[in-house]
């Protein structure tokens, strides 16, 4: 029994071996290798959904705590790679003299209008220096995107950020307190 099992074994590997060697052969036809990349999911043609679907409204809170009357820095990080930061002492919340405070960004994805959505609570936070918004548009699926600051009366003003990458999608903005604003293509 033993035998036959060893048998079957070496008949298994000297098929493997054979059928490597001449797949690698000079002889042996190539397949195809090419990657399909306009059917990869990631479709920058198509604006009726983002190119990568992180289930939008995304959330990012965090806690920051007045330590000896001074207010600590931080950021909050989104999954879709916006960042929201604040240097040491720079917010000014609307009780300054609470110990702590849960700043909240949310991100929505407006598919009718193919837009990010950036809200800030709680309202009435102020920062001093600017607090420093890093946007991702990546989920658009556009090359290029307009920033729109949304007024109260829900208006749309359009705005000129701080910085703009093409290359990484991504635009920079500081802001001296929480608004809404909107991200999209013009």
């Known amino acids: ?6 048998t079957v074994i070496n008949l298994v590997l000297l098929f493997s071996i054979n059928f490597f060697i001449l797949s690698c052969s000079d002889s042996a036809p190539l397949e195809n290798t090419t990657a399909d990349i306009t059917n990869s999911g990631n479709n920058y ?8 679907d992180y289930s939008y409204p995304i959330w990012g809170k965090r806690n920051f705590y007045n330590k000896r009357g001074t207010w600590e820095g931080g950021s ?7 960042k929201f930061t604040i240097e040491r002492g720079a917010m000014i919340p609307p009780h ?11 991100a ?4 009718l209008n193919n837009q990010i959505i950036i809200s800030f609570t709680p309202h009435g936070v102020v920062f001093n220096p600017p607090a420093r918004l890093d946007i991702d548009w990546t989920d658009l699926g556009v090359d290029v995107a307009s920033l ?25 903005l500081y802001i001296d307190h929480f608004s809404r604003y909107a991200i999209g293509y013009e």
């Open 1 to 6: 029994m033993i035998l036959l099992r060893l």
């Open 45 to 52: 043609n198509d604006l009726s959904k983002p190119a990568v």
């Open 76 to 82: 909050i990080q989104l999954s879709n790679g916006s």
């Open 96 to 106: 300054p003299k609470a110990s702590s405070y849960y700043l909240t960004v949310r």
């Open 108 to 111: 929505d994805y407006d598919s």
């Open 148 to 172: 729109y600051y949304i007024d109260e009366n829900g208006n749309y003003i359009l705005q000129t950020p701080d910085h703009i990458d093409i290359i990484k999608r991504k635009l920079t």
